[in-house]
């Protein structure tokens, strides 16, 4: 059975850094395209980053480029996003994403 758990959210000031994991479980994360996605309340989900199963590849939303970095690790079957220099429109869930499995959700609040 797959399971993705996210981790890492929490409150943090405008300007400040969060690092979020998805650990996966019961599936290797080895040649898989992963993904994480926000949803704020009211709104729809929306794509935030991926990570893609060519080497080096990773594509972002506009709104984070710049500010967020999505990576890898392989030996601990991990998803990280650091989030640098956060805003208050980036308060949401963050959910990842392996083919049609998705967490259940780690929430950010970016607020003084």
């Known amino acids: 059975q797959v399971q993705l758990v996210e981790s890492g959210g929490g409150l943090v000031q405008p300007g400040g850094s969060l690092r979020l994991s998805c650990a996966a479980s019961g599936s290797s994360i080895v040649a898989k395209d992963i993904d994480w996605y926000r949803q704020a309340p009211g709104k729809q989900r929306e794509f935030v980053a991926t990570s893609g199963v060519r080497i080096n590849y990773v594509n972002y939303a506009d709104s984070v480029k710049g500010r967020f970095t999505i990576s890898r690790d392989k030996t601990k079957n991990t998803v990280y996003l650091q989030m640098n220099s956060l805003k208050p429109e980036d308060t949401a869930v963050y959910y990842c994403?392996?083919?049609?499995?998705w967490g259940r959700g780690t929430q950010v609040t970016v607020s003084s």
């Open positions: 994403k392996m083919e049609n499995y």
